[in-house]
């Protein structure tokens, strides 16, 4: 560090001050085993004291793999023939959402590809029926990720009972976006989250790790996740693909991961953080929440037929992305999982919120 020692950074972070620009990209270039530890630690006691030692579950629920973009980085890219395809029917999505609530998770997450039978002429009444038919079924809060929407489908899914929308922008850096998601369109992608959030929704905002980016491109992702008021925040590390244009990149170390999963902590000390076991699979659960993550993301119930996205077979149907194995984990890393009414809690004090925040 040039100006400030790392004590001093952490200090700083700990005690609630803002981080400069020169201060995030520093955090986010070390890699010396000792600066790490330091870094880490200050992650976890920043997290410890905002939520103690409570993690939150969600089940997630990829519903729809048919897709009409041809992302570079994704398996269920239209191009790939070779991609697992199914779409689940109602009744199916329904006992799944129900199945993963009566497990214990906090929260569903509804996932789909850009599927045309659903992004098609009868989106408005399809996708919302899933939506509705879902929330009519489960108690607990819902997430949907369907991909980039029209501005007037957000009150409807709102209103539907959709209490979370998430759309990740994978990066900040406009050029770099081209490349990976070819002929679509930033500023809409980007827009989602501000419609989102101005029918009410609380919003999740994401990046990859590992497919071209600098560490200016991931210190200006974390500043864009604080001006885009989104309640989680998630990185992701880039797992190569079959049969896509980036087969042959290679994932970065997790630790490139980690790094920013903690930064994301000392910068977003409120937000919700992902450990996805959608990257490593179950193994990777404990560097995450050791870096900083306080959410446990797609937990998927195994023998269902299921895929994950980046991941989409490792770990299911073995069962040890279910929410049983997931606490039975849970229980050898000193953290307990948060009761329903601390999640619910959590989220309605955010709702209750939205309305008062000056809307970008
Ligand atoms: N189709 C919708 C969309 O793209 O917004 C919803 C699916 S969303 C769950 C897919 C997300 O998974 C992407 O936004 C990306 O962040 C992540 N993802 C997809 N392929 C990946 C890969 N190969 N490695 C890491 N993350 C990946
Ligand atoms: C995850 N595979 O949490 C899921 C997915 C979509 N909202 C989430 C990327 O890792
Ligand atoms: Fe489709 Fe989403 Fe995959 Fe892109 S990331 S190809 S939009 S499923």
Known sequence: MTYESLDDVLDRAWNGHPLTDGNIRDLLALRDEDDLNKLFQTARSIKERRFGNKVFLYGFVY???YCRNNCSFCFYRSSNKESVRYRKTLEDIVALASALEDAGVHMVDLTMGEDPFYHGRKKNESLIEVVSSVN?????PIMASPGV????MFLPMKEAGADWFACYQETHNKELFMRLRPHQDYGLRFNQKIWARRAGMLTEEGI????GETIEDRADSLRMMGIEGVQQVRAMTFVPQLNTPMEELRSPSFTEELVTLAVMRLVHQDKLIPASLDIEGVKGLKPRLDAGANVITSII???KGLAGV???ELDIDTGERSPGNVEDMLAGLSVTVASRSEYQGLVDSWKHRLPQEVLV
């Open 208 to 211: 990859m790790i590992g497919v």
């Open 301 to 303: 119930p195994p023998q």
């Open 136 to 140: 009519d079924a489960v108690g607990i």
């Open 149 to 152: 929407l029209s501005e007037d």
């Open 63 to 65: 519903f729809s793999t």
């Open 310 to 312: 980046a991941q989409h």
